[in-house]
């Protein structure tokens, strides 16, 4: 069964960080472009930040650029999202995304609620 898990959300104060993570089950993530994506209430889902396949190719937001780091370990079947200085406007649900254009495959996670509040 495919599956993608995150986790390491939680509540923190501004100016703090978290690291989110992403476990892949019944595929391999080494051939997909991963993302992270969140979506806050009464908004828009929105691409936060993206690593190649090879992960040598990253892309962030404007918001997030400077602050996000995204990274994977194709040998663990994982995607990473150290988040650092959060912000209130950070406060979402974060996603994690498996794109593999030749399949046509898109997978998504379930989500994990990130807080960011005094």
């Known amino acids: 069964q495919v599956q993608l898990v995150e986790s390491g959300g939680g509540l923190v104060q501004p100016g703090g960080s978290l690291r989110l993570s992403c476990l892949a089950s019944?595929?391999?993530?080494?051939?997909?472009?991963l993302s992270w994506y969140r979506q806050a209430p009464g908004k828009e889902r929105e691409l936060v930040a993206t690593i190649s396949s090879g992960g040598g190719i990253t892309n962030y937001s404007e918001s997030v650029k400077g602050r996000f780091t995204i990274s994977r370990d194709n040998g663990k079947n994982t995607v990473n999202l150290q988040m650092n200085s959060l912000k209130p406007e950070d406060t979402a649900v974060y996603y994690c995304?498996?794109?593999?254009?030749?399949?046509?495959?898109?997978?998504w996670g379930q989500g994990t609620q990130v807080t960011v509040s005094s």
């Open positions: 995304n498996a794109f593999r254009r030749l399949q046509g495959n898109n997978y």
């Open positions: 019944g595929f391999t993530l080494s051939n997909y472009v």
